[in-house]
């Protein structure tokens, strides 16, 4: 029942920008703090940035702060990440994940491949 679709991934120069999306249904959006990951086969699936229920609290990893948005839209039971100035090292595959605060985190997209090359 729980969808969740992330898009906006592509093959992009060092430098460039990329916005992802994710759509999601099938759950209580407002009630859910939204995370995006990332991960490189072979190694552990890292936390990008996350958004809590009230759209001004964020964060995000070392890695990303600066040059990453998060931002939800609850109208279109949507979450974002604008992604600026991107580097080789940002190369993965990056996933929507709905966290609850007694569930903890169910549910993932398939994701979305960011390349970043030249």
């Known amino acids: 029942q729980v969808q969740l679709v992330e898009s906006g991934g592509g093959l992009v120069q060092p430098g460039g920008s990329l916005r992802l999306s994710c759509s999601a249904s099938?759950?209580?959006?407002?009630?859910?703090?939204f995370n995006w990951y990332r991960q490189v086969p072979g190694q552990e699936r890292e936390l990008v940035a996350r958004?809590?229920?009230?759209?001004?609290?964020?964060n995000y990893a070392a890695s990303a702060k600066g040059r990453f948005t998060i931002s939800r839209d609850k109208a279109k039971e949507s979450v974002y990440l604008q992604m600026n100035l991107l580097k080789p090292e940002d190369t993965a595959v990056y996933y929507c994940?709905?966290?609850?605060?007694?569930?903890?985190?169910?549910?993932w997209g398939k994701g979305t491949l960011v390349t970043v090359s030249s």
């Open positions: 994940a709905p966290e609850g605060y007694f569930s903890g985190i169910k549910y």
């Open positions: 099938g759950l209580h959006f407002g009630s859910f703090v």
């Open positions: 958004i809590g229920i009230e759209d001004q609290i964020a």
